[in-house]
């Protein structure tokens, strides 16, 4: 079983940033795709981010000019850094790890999911 362990959540000014972490317990870590997903109360759960093993990224439209996706297979982590933050930003961010080939743009595609960690953005 992987276990993700995530990390870096808080209050925020709007545009300011913040930096996530997730660490993954996995020894083929390096193997996996990974993925950001947020979730703000009352909404879906919805695509932020993904890095391939590879190391190509995807992103979401509403973040792509602010948010970097980066992995570091040396320490089986994966960080997602987030500037000019807006308050629409707010959400719970969840970190997820993908063995098999599929959509990264999609939940059903991850097979272990992290915990969360809050992300508020204030006005």
């Known amino acids: 079983q992987v276990q993700l362990v995530e990390s870096g959540g808080g209050l925020v000014q709007a545009g300011g940033s913040l930096r996530l972490s997730c660490a993954t317990s996995?020894?083929?870590?390096?193997?996996?795709?990974m993925g950001w997903f947020r979730q703000a109360p009352g909404k879906e759960r919805e695509f932020v981010a993904a890095?391939?093993?590879?190391?190509?990224?995807s992103y979401a439209d509403s973040v792509k000019a602010r948010f970097t996706i980066s992995r570091d297979n040396a320490k089986n982590t994966v960080y997602l850094q987030m500037n000019s933050l807006k308050p629409e930003d707010t959400a719970v961010y969840y970190c997820a790890a993908s063995r098999f080939f599929g959509s990264l743009y999609r939940t059903t595609s991850y097979d272990y999911w992290g915990q969360g960690t809050q992300v508020t953005v204030s006005s």
């Open positions: 890095i391939r093993s590879g190391g190509s990224t």
């Open positions: 996995g020894r083929t870590f390096s193997s996996y795709a």
